[in-house]
């Protein structure tokens, strides 16, 4: 007759009985997902958000700032890049419930990138117009003859034949236009920053009516998703 292993034999996996028993000792114990992912009201996902629109960020301002300065063409890009970095918040953070956190993670990543862009915008087209020293190609009129800086940008719409709608909106030397410019990029700075939270704002706003999935991390129960509301 064969007998069963000994217990003092078999090892830490054989009960008195012979039966393979799990080795408490290679138990790995999960925390639930929302705990990883939460903060006390920012979620990880949305910082991480952040950082991204950071990036995204810096390519526009660079594209447009340095390739085509064009302000109005970042500020189209505003909020379109708010709506998009809105939506990554809450979509890495898995995010569905409840609503004011969907709004909290999405305004922190549209106003971070919104501060970004306008950071990044607004030095970029500082430095260029105080750099400026009036070169123009030959075919274009050759070499400006002016003080480096806004005198030199000034001069170059005067030589455009600008000069008559720029005394039209005051502009008449080149004190008046550096208080526009001025004005103007730091007024635009501040649009930029709002259009894109506003456009974070739209995103959260379109992920609040949508229905949440049966397994949402942050959707335990319908109870909770009634409490939610």
Not at 199 to 212: E, H, I, N, Q, T
Request: proline share 7%; hydrophobic share 50%.
């Amino acid at each position: 007759m064969t007998e069963g292993p000994r217990t003092d034999e078999a090892g830490p996996n054989v009960d008195p009985a012979g039966a393979p028993v799990e080795d408490a000792g290679f138990v790995e114990e999960t925390a639930p997902p929302a705990a990883s992912r939460s903060g006390r009201v920012l979620d990880r996902g949305a910082i991480f958000a952040g950082w991204v629109g950071l990036g995204m960020a810096v390519v526009i301002a660079m594209s447009f700032g340095l390739i085509i300065t064009v302000q109005v063409l970042v500020l189209m890009a505003a909020p379109i890049a708010g709506m998009l970095i809105g939506y990554y918040a809450n979509q890495r953070s898995e995010r569905f419930r409840p609503r004011w956190r969907l709004f909290v993670n999405a305004g922190y990543a549209g106003l971070v990138t919104g501060i970004g862009l306008a950071l990044m915008y607004v030095p970029l087209r500082l430095l260029f117009a105080y750099a400026d020293f009036g070169f123009r190609p030959e075919p274009m009129g050759g070499q400006l003859a002016c003080e480096t800086g806004l005198a030199c940008t000034y001069a170059r719409h005067i030589a455009l034949g600008n000069r008559e709608a720029l005394e039209a909106v005051g502009i008449t030397d080149v004190a008046s236009f550096e208080a526009s410019f001025l004005a103007e990029l730091f007024n635009g700075a501040i649009v930029m920053i709002a259009l894109a939270l506003a456009g974070a704002l739209v995103a959260a706003a379109l992920r609040a009516v949508r229905k949440p999935p049966q397994d949402a991390p942050d959707v335990a129960a319908p109870e909770a998703v009634a409490a939610s509301r």
